[in-house]
């Protein structure tokens, strides 16, 4: 990723904290804009197109969880909540609404930083909206298509369909779907499918919490919704009680 691609969005009323994450965000090699109110922060992204966004949960007129949701209509920006609030229902709230990450305050700013630049290590598809170019051949035939019983990944253009219909996922949904269907028919652990999340390749010993854990139910809650997917009588992703999830579609 080039400098130039590096663009940050602020969407915080407390002039410490923005001043704060200027800084520590400036220091990352990002160019930041910055907003103290939920409609200025919707409008800044919509004009700037940043590549990550933070976003303070109170704002002085509409809610971080409102801002997050106009942004996730026309933008594909990395979302990190930031929430005053330790309560986990505002964590769930968050992702549901289309957050990438959230950190509670006062956060720490080298862990915030590595948050961010976990979060570049994903690719980062077309936002919502984007005309792709139409397929030359059936999705199950493609070159790079993965999938079975009517759901297929196009992974480089990063697109699902089902049953022939394009589903809009954000980033941690479509990764999570990668993630279970390259491994059809074995067991994911939450402890995996949460360090797909992060971009780690490979267990480097860093410790996975309950709330990472639950960040990666909500994600698959949310994906199913999207798909259709009745978890009593599961098409494709299984639950798999005490472990994780399987990607087990019929035969």
Not at 83 to 104: F, K, N, S, V
Not at 178 to 183: D, G, I, P, T, Y
């Amino acid at each position: 990723m080039t400098d130039e691609a590096r663009t940050a969005v602020i969407v915080e009323d407390d002039a410490d904290i923005r001043d704060l994450l200027q800084t520590v965000l400036g220091q990352a090699g990002f160019t930041t804009s910055a907003a103290a109110t939920g409609v200025e922060g919707v409008e800044l992204v919509r004009r700037t197109d940043p590549v990550v966004t933070t976003l303070d949960l109170s704002l002085p007129d509409i809610d971080g969880f409102e801002v997050c949701r106009r942004i996730r209509q026309f933008s594909d920006t990395y979302v990190v909540m930031l929430t005053a609030r330790a309560d986990e229902i505002d964590t769930l709230m968050g992702l549901e609404a289309g957050a990438d990450d959230y950190q509670t305050k006062p956060f720490r700013p080298r862990e915030l930083r590595a948050r961010v630049e976990a979060l570049l290590r994903r690719p980062r598809r077309e936002p919502p909206g984007t005309v792709a170019p139409p397929p030359s051949n059936s999705p199950g035939t493609r070159p790079g298509a993965l999938g079975a019983s009517g759901l297929f990944l196009d992974v480089p253009r990063r697109t699902l369909t089902v049953d022939g219909a394009e589903v809009h996922l954000t980033r941690s949904e479509y990764d999570l779907v990668v993630a279970l269907v390259e491994a059809a028919g074995r067991v994911v652990s939450k402890n995996d499918l949460v360090r797909v999340l992060w971009g780690d390749e490979y267990d480097a010993g860093t410790f996975v919490t309950d709330a990472d854990r639950r960040s990666v139910e909500v994600h698959v809650a949310n994906l199913r919704k999207k798909l259709g997917d009745d978890p009593a009588a599961p098409r494709w992703f299984r639950t798999v009680r005490g472990v994780g999830y399987r990607f087990d579609p019929p035969a």
